[in-house]
């Protein structure tokens, strides 16, 4: 049971070039999420989807854009990458209104 | 925006000692979770506790609850040095239609001497 699980867990980016968060649970959860974390930051939210099909923006969507390819798997593209967008992103997945459980991270460097 | 802010945003003490972090947020929610963060790693849930509930334990954590004040506390007893970590709290709202947002704050950064 491996949980949630992320790739990359690096990437380097030049501006203007883009690229695929991959995440995936074996939870069977409803509800997958993508947050990014900025230093001395909390999380904030990206894209959401509350079940398979479904895809709602969070606080931060500005750039980003998301496939729920099925109820395990849930992308984030980056279309064209800005240094604003170097941080590190989380995925998540929960059932509803319950705790999330969070993937290791995918440390992305835009230069 | 952020909803919840923690304090203090850092907490140096010994070992054995007791841990304390507050968390204010500002709408009303469904549910407070905290959550742990270890340098360089993902979040890990450690308690939920409902807005209709007023304190819940787990293990040598104890967590409060006052929705008239929007607070809730985090107190962490007999700390180790395994404890030192991030720690965030984070409100959980009902956003329509089945879904759920989860609204993180800064987080206090929890540092046990050995």
């Known amino acids: 049971n491996a949980g949630v699980t992320q790739t990359p867990k690096f990437q380097v980016l030049k501006t203007g070039q883009s690229m695929t968060l991959q995440c995936a649970q074996d939870m069977n959860h409803n509800s997958m999420y993508w947050y990014r974390q900025d230093p001395g930051m909390g999380l904030r939210l990206i894209y959401y989807?509350?079940?398979?099909?479904?895809?709602d923006k969070g606080e931060v969507p500005n750039g980003y854009n998301v496939s729920r390819l099925n109820k395990r798997e849930f992308s984030l593209r980056l279309e064209s990458a800005a240094p604003s967008q170097t941080s590190v992103y989380f995925c998540?997945?929960?059932?509803?209104?319950?705790?999330?459980?969070f993937g290791p991270g995918t440390r992305l460097t835009v230069t | 925006s952020q909803q919840g802010e923690e304090d203090p945003q850092a907490l140096s003490i010994q070992e054995g000692e007791n841990a304390t972090m507050n968390c204010s947020y500002k709408?009303?929610?469904?549910?407070l979770q905290w959550y742990r963060q270890n340098s360089g790693r993902g979040l890990v849930h450690l308690i939920l506790?409902?807005?209709?509930?007023r304190e819940k334990h787990s293990g040598r954590l104890r967590v409060t609850l006052d929705t008239s004040k929007k607070s809730s506390s985090l107190l962490i007893t007999a700390s180790r040095a395994a404890d030192t970590a991030s720690y965030f709290c984070?409100?959980?709202?009902?956003?329509?239609?089945?879904?759920?947002?989860?609204?993180f704050g800064k987080g206090t950064k929890l540092s046990v001497i050995p």
């Open positions: 506790i409902r807005s209709n509930e």
């Open positions: 709408t009303s929610i469904n549910n």
């Open positions: 998540a997945s929960s059932e509803a209104s319950t705790g999330q459980y």
């Open positions: 984070a409100t959980l709202l009902y956003s329509g239609a089945g879904s759920y947002q989860l609204t």
């Open positions: 989807s509350a079940s398979e099909g479904t895809t």
